[in-house]
């Protein structure tokens, strides 16, 4: 029996997408072979690559100018990949909203001066600082955010405008609300939140400004390489880009970024409205900067917290524990995530609220 899996990532994944995968999971395209086992050079398997490419770039409207990459080491080896394919006068500014906003603001002054221009930990991250009043650095090579705070339950609603070219972490939120992608630089965000599994990481960035890395930046981490080899420069990610491409197509199926968006709005807009009007639960995150795809929750009791989530295990609605650094519960749920998993869990909540008063 499945279960509702509300976890931060590796996440839930499509049921129709995960049941296609396990019908040709032995034999790929007619090729009497796994997915798992055919080589990236074969033309089965490039035809895999160009899709998952062609998709991105229909999705998303990424404009020909622009590459599509799939790599791999998650978004936290992209935290370096930045500073060393971008920072050419040694310069950059950080909007520090949450912990792995942090981490890639920590990688970025390894190799040059990282300005943190804007901080939300005042506030233990639940806001966004107002893009608008910030002070920019004249002359940096790049702005870097994250525009959604898996941990935290924040993003933005509005994103930077900027001289320097804009940079932003999508890990958590990608393909779950357009964006305007000429507006930035690179976007780059790990897979398996709404993706994928974990494995490949995706990173979109314009051409122009990837053709001069640093001396420093290792063969596989210069975006440039990895654009002229085609995301093939070494043995790939396969089977997660391959799982990638199907996720991709069923999101063009369902209407694409902009149908799921409505969807994805309506999902946490349940999940909140049952949260701000009880008196027992509460969701400490600044209304106008709540994230639509990670929300967390506390009872305001550490032992209930712990219970609640042991009794939601018990009852199919599993991964709700948050994260170390916060505690209490939090509920991540992506595009995969149905609305009957967002009812099952209010549903819950309304239960255990009644019995534990």
């Not at 933005?156 to 890990?171: G, I, N, Q, R």
């Not at 799921?260 to 600044?286: P, Q, R, T, W």
């Not at 209490?328 to 995530?337: L, P, T, V």
Request: aromatic share 10%.
């Amino acid at each position: 029996m499945r279960v509702y899996n509300f976890a931060a990532g590796p996440s839930t994944l499509p049921l129709n997408v995960l049941e296609q995968a396990q019908a040709e999971f032995l034999d790929f395209a007619g090729t009497g072979m796994s997915i798992t086992e055919i080589s990236h050079r074969d033309k089965a398997f490039g035809a895999v690559v160009a899709d998952a490419e062609a998709l991105v770039r229909e999705l998303l409207n990424v404009p020909d100018d622009y590459c599509v990459l799939f790599l791999q080491g998650g978004a936290s080896t992209q935290f370096a990949a930045v500073p060393l394919n971008l920072m050419h006068t040694g310069v950059a500014d950080y909007i520090v909203t949450g912990n792995f906003a942090k981490k890639a603001w920590q990688e970025g002054c390894i190799y040059g001066t990282a300005n943190k221009i804007g901080d939300s930990s005042d506030k233990t991250y639940t806001y966004i600082p107002d893009v608008d009043t910030l002070n920019y650095t004249p002359g940096a090579d790049y702005v870097h955010i994250t525009s959604n705070n898996t941990i935290f339950g924040t993003r933005y609603t509005k994103f930077p405008e900027c001289d320097a070219p804009l940079v932003a972490d999508m890990s958590s939120e990608i393909f779950s609300r357009e964006i305007d992608v000429s507006k930035f630089a690179v976007i780059y965000g790990g897979a398996q939140k709404n993706l994928a599994p974990a494995g490949v990481t995706i990173v979109i960035a314009k051409r122009s400004l990837i053709q001069d890395p640093l001396k420093i930046c290792p063969t596989m981490l210069k975006w440039k390489v990895q654009d002229e080899n085609g995301s093939l420069y070494n043995t790939p990610p396969a089977f997660s880009i391959y799982m990638a491409d199907l996720v991709l197509k069923n999101l063009k199926a369902k209407g694409g970024v902009k149908a799921m968006n409505e969807i994805d709005v309506y999902k946490a807009g349940l999940l909140y409205d049952f949260i701000d009007n009880s008196s027992f639960y509460h969701n400490y995150v600044v209304p106008e900067y709540r994230s639509i795809m990670n929300i967390p929750f506390v009872t305001g009791n550490a032992d209930m917290d712990a219970k609640f989530i042991a009794e939601a295990k018990k009852n199919g609605l599993v991964s709700l524990k948050g994260h170390r650094l916060v505690g209490g519960m939090r509920a991540s749920i992506y595009n995969a995530m149905p609305v009957e998993g967002i009812q099952a869990l209010i549903d819950f909540m309304k239960k255990f609220e009644m019995e534990n008063k």
